[in-house]
């Protein structure tokens, strides 16, 4: 597969989810967005949803201006 290929597969990822939760009433649409444990599926209570606790979004920025520290 191309690198076109691979990002018309993630687009298309995103925009069945949102078909998805759009079917939803807005009450079962806001518990699917809670997050939730993978396992039991009880709520984990975190409001960071598929989110990386350690990325630095500070160095981030730096590096995609073309800082290198």
Do not use: H, K, S
């Amino acid at each position: 597969m191309t690198d076109g290929d691979y990002l018309w597969c993630a687009v298309n990822l995103l925009l069945d989810d949102e078909e998805t939760l759009a079917q939803l009433c807005p009450a079962c649409r806001e518990r699917a967005m809670e997050a939730r444990c993978p396992v039991c599926g009880a709520p984990t209570g975190g409001d960071q949803v598929g989110e990386n606790p350690a990325f630095d979004q500070e160095r981030f920025e730096q590096l995609r201006r073309g800082v290198i520290a």
